[in-house]
């Protein structure tokens, strides 16, 4: 009997085990199509009240959406105790089984905890897909995440990059917000001529996410060319210099869209030479930066494709707000 009791103990605890396991590869599902919902700026914190609606919001979308991948873009907790926030947040996650990973903002680092001491804790929680990061560069959590066919699991038919922008400039003459770091670009290139060589000189479709948002955003914006789907309720918070990740982007032929964070107010998306720019809805409770009503952004990717639908959630609507299709909907006006 006590053998018995042992063995069934043992057989739970490895059932357990392997529900908290994250899949070894993202694949696109059987119908040739990845759903990703962006998350930003939750701000959580000791506000309970915002802490709550953010929550709620975040469990709705999730049983709503049924994302093959959760990304956070930043500004993800507001408090010392980011470890209860980053565990809370993945016991939601590991129930639905949903992959996730995260990239930090200028704001997550402000409290008890450094960069690279926060991404160890994101890392080390069930389901977060965020293992292999790149070292020896500037920022914390850089990493690409290859996305698999529904067929051949064995082929990578998308990259999403996701990219530290990093907090404050480090350059006395420059104020305002960081940059992604030439070392940081450089590891951009090589992944993206590796992916592409592999690929038999053919970039794959990618997306990338980060959190402040690219200098070529207010480009995009005021530029009249291309249609534009969303709000500008305050001006980019870009940082004040360009270090040039945009135009490696071009060059590299492999980025269809950009998503971000930072801006609270600002929700849109907007193209550029024809990469998207688009920021998510910002998911915290009400706070001073506005009062639009917190969401996630959702975005669909399309097997052997290079096209994606987005659209916006906000809490307590489930109709799709800004439906767009990159590219069809962004196509130059006559």
Request: glycine share 8%; net charge negative.
């Amino acid at each position: 009997m006590k053998s018995m009791i042992i063995g069934s103990l043992l057989l739970l605890w490895t059932v357990l085990a392997q529900a908290q396991q994250a899949p070894a590869k993202l694949t696109f599902n059987r119908n040739g199509e990845f759903k990703i919902v962006q998350f930003t700026d939750m701000h959580l914190g000791h506000n309970i009240d915002n802490g709550k609606v953010a929550g709620d919001m975040i469990k709705e979308v999730l049983d709503s959406e049924k994302p093959d991948l959760v990304v956070f873009t930043g500004d993800n907790t507001t408090m010392d105790e980011a470890e209860q926030a980053w565990e809370a947040l993945s016991e939601e996650l590991a129930k639905r089984q949903t992959p996730w990973t995260a990239v930090l903002g200028n704001h997550d680092d402000e409290y008890a905890l450094k960069r690279k001491e926060i991404i160890d804790i994101i890392r080390k929680q069930p389901y977060c897909v965020m293992k292999n990061i790149e070292e020896g560069i500037e920022g914390e959590g850089n990493h690409v995440l290859p996305i698999y066919g529904s067929t051949a699991k064995d082929k990578v038919n998308a990259l999403l990059y996701c990219i530290d922008t990093n907090t404050y400039s480090t350059i006395k003459k420059v104020k305002g917000y960081g940059w992604v770091g030439l070392s940081q670009i450089d590891w951009y290139k090589r992944e993206s001529r590796r992916y592409t060589q592999q690929n038999g000189g053919q970039p794959l479709p990618a997306l990338a996410f980060f959190h402040i948002p690219l200098p070529e955003y207010t480009q995009a914006w005021e530029s009249f060319d291309t249609k534009r789907y969303g709000e500008r309720n305050e001006k980019e918070c870009s940082p004040n210099v360009n270090s040039g990740l945009f135009t490696q982007m071009l060059e590299g032929g492999d980025v269809m869209g950009t998503f971000a964070g930072h801006d609270h107010v600002n929700d849109y998306i907007a193209t550029l030479y024809d990469i998207a720019l688009g920021y998510g809805r910002a998911s915290g409770g009400r706070n001073s930066y506005g009062d639009k009503i917190p969401g996630s952004r959702v975005i669909v990717l399309k097997e052997g494709k290079r096209e994606f639908d987005t659209w916006l959630r906000e809490k307590g609507n489930v109709a799709r707000l800004d439906v767009c299709t990159y590219p069809t909907s962004f196509e130059k006006k006559k």
